[in-house]
């Protein structure tokens, strides 16, 4: 079966400091990857989305960046942390298509403190 | 890609009452997904139904899509206080792009 594995669960960095968040799927090849960022009681922004390895699509400019070493890494990066970083980060997968009636498989998420 | 819009954005409700909740959206779809989170989690997937497809149920679950008005709602029957969360739909298009509006707050008193 699938699984997403999602860490460290919580951060508290200080402003200027570097980030890296990392997101795996296991049992699974080829999967659609997308970081997303909620800030407390508000819906999901979607922050990048990648459909292989060393593709990514930025759907906001901001601080922040990703990458995709492998199939099946997601990595959410910052070379210098804002305050408005903050929030809860989501990672999460799908297989193929999302027209092909395919579901999102959420990781459970790391909460970041910027302060 | 679009984004569905919830509505209301908080709900509250006392245990045993339904809840029903709506999501609106502006162009053409392939299917409509609904996901709910617990507070401080990742999100789960609850039902998924496709653009010709009028009602799906799934336990206490119950979705309705109407591709004419575009908006699908999510019925919850004889809720429980561990339904308390917030309810997201996801359009599913052409797009990769996968967007949530902003949710509506379930609140469900013991």
């Known amino acids: 079966s699938q699984t997403i594995h999602q860490w460290p669960a919580t951060l508290v960095q200080p402003v200027g400091s570097p980030l890296s968040l990392e997101c795996t799927v296991e049992?699974?090849?080829?999967?659609?990857l997308y970081w997303y960022r909620q800030a407390a009681g508000r819906g999901l922004q979607l922050l990048f989305y990648s459909v292989g390895i060393g593709q990514i699509s930025s759907e906001v400019p901001q601080n922040l960046s990703a990458s995709r070493p492998q199939d099946r890494q997601f990595i959410l990066s910052s070379k210098k942390l804002l305050l408005s970083d903050s929030g809860f980060y989501l990672c999460?997968?799908?297989?193929?298509?999302?027209?092909?009636?395919?579901?999102?498989?959420f990781g459970s998420g790391t909460q970041l403190s910027v302060l | 890609s679009q984004q569905g819009e919830e509505d209301p954005q908080a709900l509250s409700i006392q245990e045993g009452e339904n809840a029903t909740m709506n999501c609106s959206y502006k162009t053409s779809i392939n299917n409509l997904q609904w996901y709910r989170q617990n507070s401080g989690r990742g999100l789960v997937h609850l039902i998924l139904?496709?653009?010709?497809?009028r009602e799906k149920h799934s336990g206490r679950l119950r979705v309705t899509l109407d591709t004419s008005k575009k908006s699908s709602s999510l019925l919850i029957t004889a809720s429980r206080a561990a339904d308390t969360a917030s309810y997201f739909c996801w359009l599913g298009d052409s797009s990769y792009k996968l967007i949530f509006g902003s949710g509506t707050r379930l609140l469900v008193r013991p």
């Open positions: 999460a997968w799908s297989v193929g298509r999302t027209d092909a009636n395919e579901k999102l498989f």
């Open positions: 049992g699974t090849s080829n999967p659609n």
């Open positions: 139904i496709r653009s010709n497809e």
